[in-house]
């Protein structure tokens, strides 16, 4: 099963089953909190992560909660107020990346900065949320 940290290693999870899909998030929080054009997330239930040190939640919207290492202020996590039986751990940080699913949606393209162009991965395209 997948494990992961961030880059300072000292916040640390282990999970008990493998991430049902990888959801590609474009929405102006994501890639400001990534730093990059885009956030992917693993999707996985919430009872299968294992976090050894808790990491930092913070109140991202009124919808979700998002987590980071307050040492080195790595992103982690997102779960959303009306999904609280799933989260979504930042794909970035697993460290096995081979046990990551290929991509399935690309979500909240209407927030998708200019400069960065859609691979052509035979993902869904969505406009905001996935149906
Ligand atoms: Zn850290
Ligand atoms: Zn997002």
Redesign the pocket.
């Known amino acids: 099963m997948p494990s992961g940290?961030?880059?300072?290693?000292?916040?640390r999870y282990t999970t008990t089953s493998t991430p049902t899909r990888l959801v590609n998030c474009h929405c102006t929080t994501c890639r400001k909190q990534a730093g990059a054009p885009y956030q992917a997330f693993v999707h996985f239930p919430i009872e299968a992560i294992k976090w050894e040190v808790e990491?930092t939640t913070w109140r991202s919207s009124d919808t979700a909660s998002r987590t980071?290492?307050?040492?080195?202020?790595?992103t982690m996590s997102m779960v959303l107020d009306a999904e609280p039986q799933q989260i979504g751990i930042v794909a970035g940080t697993v460290d096995d990346a081979s046990q990551i699913p290929e991509p399935s949606d690309h979500i909240f393209l209407e927030e998708k900065v200019p400069w960065y162009g859609l691979p052509a991965d035979g993902t869904g395209r969505w406009q905001a949320w996935s149906q």
């Open positions: 940290s961030c880059a300072c290693h000292y916040i990491p980071f290492c307050p040492k080195c202020g790595s």
